[in-house]
RNA sequence: GGGGGGAUACCAAAGUGGCCAACUGGGGCAGACUGUAAAUCUGUUGGCGUAAGCCUUCGUAGGUUCGAAUCCUGCUCCCCCCA
């Protein structure tokens, strides 16, 4: 395996990049790579505690596949240990420790998601229960030296924390100092990630130092804006897309982005060249609504495929565009000669929660049979041989009633 | 160790004996509009019922009362101040 030049690696490392600490010592350890044609170890640790991936995680995901894509050897680190820390980084408050339990079921769903991302084949998996579980408590007052109290309080979460009188328990300071001992027992050159975590990564610095290693490079990545357009992605915003969702989610929702996200879309979560990058900045200006259909698209396919984009998309204009009952609608057969209220075929269904949502949905007019508006709540449907009857529930619902 | 405050629907937060299924904001949902599942405007937001109405809900278990989210008692949890 040969390496690419090193400016031509760089240009793929930079790419969306905040930061690189520092940028210097990072093409150094290139150009020394390449020379002795040997990988650099390019460390990312996960938290294992919420298992859904969404476009938000990617970001990083993304990054590290592409050194692997550079020839780079990729380690995933499933913080097992750290988890039942808790990562103190941006919370107002403590968080709860997970058990070993759920963070091995949460690792695994995790792990099998990670892997549509990176290339399954060369990515080294690690947990670092295996190493910082069986430290001895001599170990970690050792290590706890390296750091002073002065040094944790400049953190602004802490701090704030602090000045508000809120509490902070003295094991949330060991967290960082858990991930630094992962730099140094993996003897990583490069970790990976987001602007928050910061402190995290530089604290393997000095780990690495006071054990005589080569200390780190720290590459911070953007945090993702969500679909709403102002905060971060996350699952408790509401306001992500799911890697694992259906086609037509990612799709629809993707579109659903403010179009001065639809750049950053691009930069970070899609796999478009960086060729192609320069030319989308002047598209997106010109002609936002197709640049976001082809972002949708693109992003679509990375996760379904260009057959399951096609389709997402195909739905996405029939549906939402053309306000139609897709073709591939749920069918409900019903008995020739019956009249049934509509409003029970709908929860029978399970189109809604309960008898008074639909009543409230038909009420506000979300309701519509055939193209037309039913309000009544007790409207019924009279079936017939070969009857057929497009039934359309608010925005996103759909059933086709058939008579046999 | 001492003193004080609090727990209300998805979240935040009013309500302090009947007019409370519970103000208001956020979020969600729907309608209009739109290139869009964005923005904006409007409506809506416990369950059953065509409806009248009934049932469940205000940390938890009891009690007072014709009647309680509101008063009393025990319990659980959270927070603040002082030491």
């Not at 995290?200 to 953007?222: E, K």
């Not at 409230?360 to 449907?381: T, Y």
Request: aromatic share 6%; charged share 30%; proline share 5%.
């Amino acid at each position: 395996m040969s390496f690419l030049p090193v400016d031509e690696q760089l240009a793929i490392i930079k790419r969306g990049t905040v930061e690189i600490v520092p940028e210097e010592e990072l093409i150094k350890k290139l150009k020394k790579s390449r020379k002795e044609n040997k990988p650099l170890r390019v460390k990312l640790g996960v938290d294992p505690t919420r298992p859904d991936l969404h476009l938000g995680h990617s970001v990083i995901l993304r990054k590290l596949r592409q050194f692997q894509d550079l020839g780079h050897e990729a380690i995933l680190i499933i913080g097992g240990f750290t988890a039942m820390i808790g990562d103190p980084t941006g919370q107002n408050k403590t968080r709860p420790p997970l058990t070993p339990e759920e963070v091995s079921e949460n690792a695994e769903t995790y792990i099998s998601q990670a892997k549509k991302i990176l290339d399954q084949s060369k990515t080294v998996i690690v947990n670092n229960n295996d190493w910082l579980g069986s430290m001895s408590f001599m170990d970690i007052v050792k290590l706890s030296s390296n750091l002073t109290v002065a040094r944790m309080i400049e953190r602004d979460d802490f701090s704030k924390r602090f000045e508000n009188s809120e509490p902070i328990s003295l094991h949330e300071f060991l967290y960082p100092l858990a991930q630094g001992q992962d730099s140094v027992h993996l003897k990583s050159d490069i970790e990976l990630g987001g602007t928050d975590q910061k402190f995290n990564l530089l604290v393997g610095r000095d780990l690495q130092r006071a054990d005589n290693q080569a200390p780190q490079i720290c590459l911070m990545m953007p945090l993702l804006v969500g679909t709403d357009g102002s905060k971060k992605m996350s699952k408790s915003y509401d306001n992500y897309i799911g890697i694992d969702e259906p086609a037509n989610d990612i799709y629809g929702k993707s579109l659903s982005i403010p179009d001065d996200l639809i750049y950053s879309y691009f930069e970070l979560v899609s796999d478009v060249s960086i060729e192609k990058l320069a030319e989308l900045k002047d598209q997106i200006r010109k002609d936002p609504r197709n640049s976001k259909h082809e972002l949708a698209f693109t992003i679509t396919r990375m996760y379904h495929g260009e057959a399951g984009a096609k389709a997402a998309r195909e739905h996405f204009e029939q549906t939402v565009i053309n306000k139609d009952v897709p073709d591939d609608a749920p069918e409900l057969e019903y008995a020739a000669g019956s009249t049934i209220r509509l409003m029970d075929i709908i929860s029978d269904a399970e189109l809604t929660q309960s008898n008074g949502e639909t009543k409230r949905l038909m009420k506000q007019g979300g309701v519509s049979l055939n193209d037309e508006k039913i309000s009544d709540p007790n409207a019924e449907v009279e079936f017939l041989k070969g009857s057929q009857f497009d039934l359309k529930v608010g925005k996103r619902k759909f059933a086709r009633l058939i008579g046999v």
